[in-house]
C-alpha cells in the first residue's frame, strides 16, 4: 500500500484528477496575473556612502595636517550610522518633511493607527545595508521614482547632520571656555596697563631713553658744581641752592618730578609690570586665536560622510516582479492541490486497507 502513495505512485492518482489540476493551476493563473497586473510599481534609489571617524573631520586636526581627509571608517562608525538611520526620530522627521501621511493615505498625524501605519511603510520600503567593502547602502523604495530618491538623498544628509550633532555640544562647550579664558586674560591686560600707567606717574618713570642718562648727567653737573662752589669760596646762598638742587636730583621727599630715588624704587615695579603686560599680551593673542579657530570650527560643517553615490530616479521597477509571482502562486496551488488530492483518496480507500498502510 505504501508503494501506491510513494512518487512514482502518485502518476495515477494525479492523471485521475488532472481535470481538477488543471482547472486549479489555470484559475491561480488568471487570479495571480490579474493581482500582479493590479500591484503598482515601485522603483528603488539607492545612495552608497562611507561613514568616517569623527577625529578625521574634526577642522582644527584637518588644517593643522595640511587639510588631508581620511575616508577610511571603523566598525564603530558604521554601526553608529547604521544606529541613526534605523531610529524613529530620523523617519519621522523625513515622514513629516515629505508629509507621506498623505502620500500613504493613512489619515492625519496624531491617530495612533495612522501613526503607526505610516511608521510601518516607512520602515518597510527602507533598506540600509553595510556591504562587503565597508560602505552603506540606503536604499528606498517607492511608487513615485523621484520621490524615492529625494528621500534617500535627504535622510543622507539627515544622517550626517545628526552624525555631525554628536560632537557640536562638546564643541560648543569647549568654545565658552575658550572665550572665558579670553575675556579674563584681556581684563588682566588691561587692568595690567592701568598699574603701568600708575607707576610710571608715581614714580616718574615714563620710558623715556634719556631719562636715566638725564638724571645722571644733572647729578653730575650739579655735585660738581657744588664741589666747586664749596671749594671755591662761593656765597652761602650759591651753595645751599646747590645743595637743594643734589637732594631734588636724589631724594624723591623734596617734591621733583625726577629724582634718583624714586627712579630707582619705581624701575624695578615698571619692568616688572611690563613684563607681565608683554606675557599677557601673547598669552591674549594665542587665547584669541585659538578662540577664533574653535568658532570657525563650530560653524564650520565638513561632513561626516564621503558619497559615493547619490540616489538617483530608478529606470526600471524593482518590484513586483510579475512573472515570479504568476509561477509561485502557480507552483504554489498545484502543490496544494496534490496534498489535497492524497488527503481524499486516503480517507476514501477502504478502511482495512487505510488500516494495513
Known amino acids: ?29 488568471v487570479v495571480s496575473a490579474v493581482v500582479s497586473l493590479l500591484l ?30 581620511d575616508p ?16 524613529q526620530p530620523v523617519a519621522e522627521e523625513l515622514i513629516r518633511r515629505f508629509d507621506l501621511y498623505k502620500h500613504y493615505k493613512a489619515g492625519k498625524p496624531g491617530n495612533d493607527e495612522a501613526d503607526n501605519y505610516v511608521l510601518y511603510e516607512f520602515m518597510s520600503n527602507l533598506s540600509l545595508v553595510h556591504n562587503e567593502r565597508d560602505a552603506i ?46 575675556t579674563y586674560l584681556n581684563k588682566s591686560f588691561q587692568t595690567t596697563q592701568q598699574e603701568i600707567l600708575k607707576a610710571r606717574r608715581h614714580y616718574g618713570i615714563y620710558g623715556l631713553e634719556e631719562e636715566s642718562r638725564y638724571l645722571a648727567r644733572e647729578v653730575i653737573r650739579v655735585e660738581a658744581a657744588l664741589r666747586q662752589a664749596e671749594g671755591s669760596g662761593a656765597t652761602a646762598a650759591t651753595v645751599a641752592g646747590l645743595r637743594r638742587a643734589l637732594r631734588g636730583l ?5 617734591g621733583n618730578r625726577f629724582n634718583l630715588e ?71 496551488t498545484l502543490g496544494l492541490s496534490v496534498v489535497l488530492i492524497g488527503v ?9 486497507l487505510a488500516q494495513a498502510a
Open 72 to 87: 577610511g571608517a571603523r566598525a564603530e562608525d558604521i554601526d553608529r550610522v547604521l544606529t541613526i538611520g534605523q531610529s
Open 1 to 29: 500500500m505504501l508503494s501506491r502513495y510513494s512518487l512514482f505512485g502518485l502518476w495515477p492518482l494525479l492523471y485521475r484528477w488532472k481535470s481538477w489540476l488543471l482547472g486549479a493551476g489555470l484559475l491561480a493563473l
Open 137 to 182: 547602502e540606503l536604499t528606498f523604495l517607492d511608487t513615485d521614482k523621484q520621490l524615492a530618491a529625494r528621500l534617500a538623498n535627504a535622510m543622507v544628509g539627515l544622517i550626517d547632520s545628526i552624525n555631525q550633532q554628536l560632537t557640536v555640544e562638546n564643541r560648543r562647550k569647549v568654545l565658552d571656555l575658550q572665550r572665558t579664558r579670553y
Open 250 to 254: 636724589t631724594e624723591a621727599k623734596t
Open 344 to 352: 481524499l483518496e486516503w480517507y476514501r480507500a477502504p478502511q482495512p
Open 40 to 69: 503598482p510599481n515601485e522603483y528603488a534609489s539607492t545612495a552608497v556612502f562611507i561613514p568616517s571617524n569623527p577625529e578625521a573631520i574634526d577642522p582644527d586636526r584637518t588644517l593643522a595636517e595640511g587639510g588631508r581627509l
Open 262 to 332: 624714586s627712579y630707582a624704587q619705581g624701575l624695578d615695579s615698571v619692568q616688572m609690570l611690563e613684563i607681565r603686560m608683554k606675557d599677557l599680551a601673547n598669552r591674549m593673542a594665542t587665547a584669541r586665536g585659538e578662540y577664533e579657530s574653535a568658532d570657525i570650527a563650530l560653524k564650520s560643517r565638513i561632513s561626516s560622510l564621503y558619497i559615493v553615490q547619490p540616489a538617483l530616479p530608478a529606470t526600471r521597477k524593482a518590484r513586483p516582479i510579475r512573472w515570479l509571482i504568476v509561477l509561485g502562486s502557480v507552483a504554489v
